[in-house]
């Protein structure tokens, strides 16, 4: 069974610094699929980035971008120019690749709850 | 606006009262989820369908129960809740197929049941 493993339960920083929030997973597959989710205090989850594990480039969206180190089996998310409305608990998960049409399942990491300060 | 939605958002119960958690998406999804978190800690997903009368249980047990005649919607049942059952209710959906951005999960807001 895959495990997802988030080893830093808090993390604090000044607003504008640039945070790295480090995940690992274990899996002995070779195609799947890596996520980020936020979910602000009392707020809906949402996408923050994902990353297909048969792309070598690492994906990023605006201000966030990932380390997907594939042989180490990593997937650290970074936060450039934190803004308060970073401050939220962030989820790494980990879905299976399935051919056809089976329900992919996310496997969640214990998540990472990042506090950015004025 | 396409969206998932989830109602109530806060429940407060008694022991032994049946119950029903309402989700909905208006994304056309196939695939439906129904995860359960406790504060602070990771999703475990409970329920899951394919589509329309396709339900399956998840990696975690749990004394819910699901149904799904309707793509748009995927109801959670409790027929005796418990105090055991307090927790939150995240239900998601994604589309049907494989590949890149179909596999994405859209949440919904969740419902946080208390029972006492």
């Known amino acids: 069974a895959q495990t997802v493993t988030q080893s830093q339960p808090e993390m604090s920083v000044q607003e504008a610094e640039t945070v790295t929030l480090s995940c690992t997973y274990d899996?002995?597959?070779?195609?799947?699929?890596l996520f980020w989710y936020k979910q602000p205090p009392s707020r809906q989850m949402i996408l923050v980035i994902r990353?297909?594990?048969?792309?070598?480039q690492n994906a990023t969206e605006n201000r966030f971008s990932v380390n997907f180190q594939k042989a180490a089996k990593s997937f650290s998310l970074k936060i450039s120019d934190s803004q308060l409305g970073d401050t939220a608990m962030y989820f790494c998960?980990?879905?299976?690749?399935?051919?056809?049409?089976?329900?992919?399942?996310?496997?969640f990491g214990q998540g990472t709850r990042l506090t950015i300060n004025p | 606006e396409a969206d998932i939605y989830q109602t109530p958002r806060y429940l407060v119960i008694g022991t032994g009262k049946k119950i029903t958690l309402e989700c909905s998406q208006t994304?056309?999804?196939?695939?439906m989820y129904w995860y359960q978190q406790d504060p602070g800690m990771e999703l475990h997903l409970i329920h899951y369908?394919?589509?329309?009368?396709?339900?399956e249980k998840g990696d975690l047990s749990s004394e819910s129960t699901v149904s799904r005649i309707r793509t748009e919607h995927f109801p959670l049942t409790l027929e005796s809740a418990r105090p055991s059952h307090t927790s939150q209710y995240l239900c998601a959906s994604s589309e049907l197929g494989s590949g890149g951005a179909k596999e994405t999960q859209y949440f919904g807001p969740g419902t946080r049941l208390l029972v006492l």
């Open positions: 369908s394919y589509g329309v009368n396709s339900t």
């Open positions: 990353q297909e594990a048969y792309k070598q």
């Open positions: 994304m056309g999804h196939d695939k």
């Open positions: 998960a980990f879905m299976n690749h399935l051919l056809g049409q089976g329900a992919q399942k996310l496997v």
């Open positions: 899996t002995s597959e070779s195609n799947y699929y």
